[in-house]
């Protein structure tokens, strides 16, 4: 397996519109969430060309995990679309906090891999690991995420510490709940102090 990351434009050719295929096989078809898709597509508005995109790709290039970072001093979907999940705090707005969504490492071709299995899995594990140093690269020194309440397990098997922005919320039948992510100093301390966007 192989992690790559970057916006739309520096990734491989292909590639953004397999992430694209790949969340739809993901979060619409297995896990029946209610998203607009196109052509069996899920891309929303947080979709943008300066988002950046962690992907994990198999020996044969299929995604295998992907996730979304966006910098939450631009739109993002915990601001603009959940904000009730932070408990009647502003949302974050800056540079230095980046919003984590859209994370899967699950093989959509495989039935017995599953959402849940994922919570534990080396492909998880690496994928979510190689996100949160993404995002210290980009000038992030803390992460928020918009998740199912079962990415906790996950969290803990990959040694990450986070704790819950607010208590979980069910909504579209599904418990999610906004959560910080500790990016550890480590890594804040090695990326630039500024990217030009």
Request: charged share 20%; net charge neutral.
């Amino acid at each position: 397996m192989r992690v790559i990351s970057g916006a739309p434009a520096t990734l491989p050719e292909g590639v953004h519109a397999k992430v694209a295929n790949y969340r739809h096989k993901i979060f619409v078809e297995r896990l029946g969430w209610q998203l607009q898709t196109q052509n069996n597509e899920e891309q929303d508005q947080f979709d943008r060309p300066d988002t950046i995109y962690v992907v994990a790709q198999d020996s044969n290039g299929r995604v295998s995990g992907c996730a979304r970072l966006l910098p939450t001093n631009r739109p993002y979907l915990l601001g603009e679309i959940f904000p009730e999940l932070l408990n009647g705090l502003p949302a974050p707005n800056s540079p230095e906090v980046w919003e984590l969504s859209r994370f899967a490492a699950v093989d959509p071709d495989n039935p017995a891999s599953t959402a849940r299995g994922q919570l534990s899995s080396t492909t998880a594990i690496k994928l979510l690991h190689e996100a949160i140093a993404g995002a210290a690269r980009h000038g992030a020194k803390h992460l928020i995420s918009v998740s199912p309440i079962g990415i906790e397990r996950l969290l803990r098997a990959a040694g990450v510490r986070a704790h819950r922005a607010g208590p979980p919320l069910v909504i579209g039948g599904h418990p999610i709940f906004a959560c910080w992510i500790e990016i550890p100093s480590s890594l804040t301390a090695a990326a630039p102090a500024e990217i030009a966007a």
